[in-house]
């Protein structure tokens, strides 16, 4: 039994994300719903809500070119 909790534990660190409940209504873990990574696809481990996450690519950022004189 003691192996079974280790494996859970060890899913949590690895998989779980931290992201708003709209149940809970505050920011919770959330850990993938299987093994099989369906993208987005998360439950709340307060409540056990469903939750959907989609992934938003971040603002790009430019860099100014500098030159050496």
Do not use: N
């Not at 899913?11 to 209504?25: E, F, Y």
């Not at 959330?30 to 099989?36: E, I, K, N, Q, S």
């Amino acid at each position: 039994m003691h192996k079974h909790v280790e494996s859970r534990a060890d899913r949590l660190m690895l998989t779980g994300v931290s992201a708003p409940c709209t149940d809970c209504g505050d920011e919770r873990i959330l850990v993938p719903v299987d093994h099989f990574g369906s993208e987005g696809e998360f439950c709340c481990t307060s409540c056990d809500a469903a939750v959907f996450l989609v992934a938003v690519p971040g603002p790009a950022r430019r860099r100014r070119a500098t030159r050496v004189a």
